[in-house]
């Protein structure tokens, strides 16, 4: 699963993917590659686990992060070109996180709502594009055959031809089964998951109507300060701690922009723990028990007899696993259990 960071140059892009992934590349430089790296989710809760069990070692679950090389919106051909690279790579990734520009930084007054609102239309002009070769096609082999081979094909897309013309975006609509199937072959990239990042000045408020904009798109929003972010990352853990008990918040804004990405992507967390490890693993929500045990090992889906499973509040209210057991909270669940974020689990298999 990946997560692309898009928008327009110099909005702090791979200021922010250096942070999430510790990438190092240069900043200021607005480079036509893409880059990629993996940056882990951070989890207070796992931190309270490893507390609790005092394991070997601590793992995080991760995510793939793209740095998308970004684009000047009316600047030609050039432009042109870029834009089409950018959509290119779009189209790859299964979440996007547009970074929008609201410190000045020697780049000229903030257009925040310009910013969001261009690049919500690149990315609607695209799927119109490829929906109008569709309907085209379409059309001919109806003119052709009498018929089209699917008949769901054509009120489907004329249906998205409408809403992306007045202004939506295709993640707004409802689709039946059938309509998923159809559609998930083009990447879509109104379709994709958005996670808009106001980044401010530092202490600023990102502006209220774009924030209402961007809601309204379906995106989810979060606010940090990409330079601030930089410097906090730098800090050992103890400063690290001080620096934000003196602004009184809990984490880094990173870590809110990190798992509402995550969150995009459908990803949930749950928790095996241990004298050896303490581990966060990934699993799509609604997955079923036998689906996490094979994001272990497939030996464990494969085998599956049943899961033992505590919910973490009520791990943490128990205070230890034997009093969790002891006050009925470790509950055996079976092949139909759907998996919730933040259980703990410990799989019972036979191969
Ligand atoms: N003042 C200020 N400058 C920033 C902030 N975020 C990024 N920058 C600076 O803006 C410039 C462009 O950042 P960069 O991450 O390369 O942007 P990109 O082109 O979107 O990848 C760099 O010089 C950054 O240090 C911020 O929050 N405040
Ligand atoms: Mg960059």
Known sequence: MQIGIIGVKFT?????FNVITGAGLPTGQGGVDPHLAVGKVPDPRLTKLTEMFNPKREIHTSVEWVDIPGFQVGVGAAGAREATRFLEHGRKVDAMAQVIRCFDGGFGTPDAMGELENLSMELALADLQIIENRL????????????????????????????????????????????????????????KPLIVVFNMEEGNDAPADVMNAARKAGAEIVSLCATMEEELAEL??????????????????????IR??????????FFTVGPDECRAWPVRKGSLAPTAAGVIHSDLQRGFIRAEVTAYDDLMEAGSMSAAKAANKVRLEGKAYEVQDGDILEIRFSV
């Open 236 to 257: 050992d853990p103890d400063e690290a701690r001080e620096f934000l008990d003196d602004l009184g918040i809990e984490e880094p804004a990173m870590n809110l922009m």
């Open 260 to 269: 509402a990405s995550y969150s995009a992507l459908s990803l949930q967390s």
């Open 136 to 191: 085209e096609k379409l059309t001919k082999e109806k003119e052709r055959m009498g018929k089209v081979a699917n008949p769901l094909e054509p009120p489907m897309f004329k249906r998205f031809h409408e809403h992306l013309e007045s202004g939506g975006g295709l993640r707004d609509l409802e689709l039946n089964p059938d309509e998923e199937k159809m559609a998930s072959g083009y990447a879509f990239l109104t379709a």
């Open 12 to 16: 702090g892009k791979t200021t922010l």
